[in-house]
């Protein structure tokens, strides 16, 4: 029997994800608001070229900026 978050498509991680983000939603206000701060992320990453490091970029909003591009690419 498959697990039901893999049934479901998703990938565990974002089982994970969804899972904390109900758990944080479900507290009382002031101990949501500590989880919550502590729920954030600022991932960064860097792509290197002939070992030097280029630009530091913040990896949601790249994200976010590859999904609206593929997206813009998809409706052509």
């Known amino acids: 029997m498959a697990?039901?978050?893999?049934?479901?498509?998703?990938?565990?991680?974002?089982?994970?994800?969804?899972?904390?983000?109900?758990?944080?939603?479900?507290?009382?206000?002031?101990?949501r608001l500590q989880a919550e701060r502590r729920g954030e992320m600022d991932l960064r990453f860097a792509k290197w070229q002939n070992g030097k490091q280029g630009e530091?970029?913040?990896?949601?909003?790249?994200n976010a900026h590859a999904?609206?591009?593929?997206?813009?690419q998809g409706q052509q």
């Open 67 to 72: 999904m609206a591009e593929g997206a813009g």
């Open 56 to 62: 530091n970029k913040n990896l949601g909003e790249a």
């Open 3 to 31: 697990f039901a978050w893999k049934a479901s498509g998703l990938t565990y991680n974002r089982y994970l994800a969804v899972a904390a983000r109900v758990v944080r939603r479900s507290l009382k206000e002031q101990p």
